[in-house]
Nanobody, 116 residues
């Protein structure tokens, strides 16, 4: 069984920075990409960023371009999200996602709160 374990997150003031990371545990699996989604209270889950596992190409939501950076350490099987210039509207639960060959996997989520 595959589990995605997120770490990091917390409370930060507007304009600050925060890092979150995600690593799978359990049964090894092949993946096409890993990424991050977020869900704010009373809103639908939305895409934040994704990194291709084969060639490292990255993709971002317009709302975070220029502020967030997704990266991966393939040797450690870990994906990171470096968030800068955080805004109150970035407040959400951030979920790690892995696009496996047969299915997607999701983490439990980590809370990011940005105070104004």
């Amino acid at each position: 069984q595959v589990q995605l374990v997120e770490s990091g997150g917390g409370l930060v003031q507007a304009g600050g920075s925060l890092n979150i990371s995600c690593a799978p545990s359990g049964q090894p699996f092949r993946r096409d990409a890993m990424g991050w989604y977020r869900q704010a209270p009373d809103k639908e889950r939305e895409f934040v960023a994704r990194i291709s596992w084969s060639d490292g190409r990255t993709f971002y939501a317009d709302s975070v371009k220029g502020r967030f950076t997704i990266s991966a350490d393939n040797a450690k099987d870990t994906v990171f999200l470096h968030m800068t210039n955080l805004k109150p509207e970035d407040t959400a639960v951030y979920y790690c996602q892995a696009q496996g060959r047969l299915r997607d996997y999701w983490g439990q989520g980590t809370q990011v709160t940005v105070s104004s």
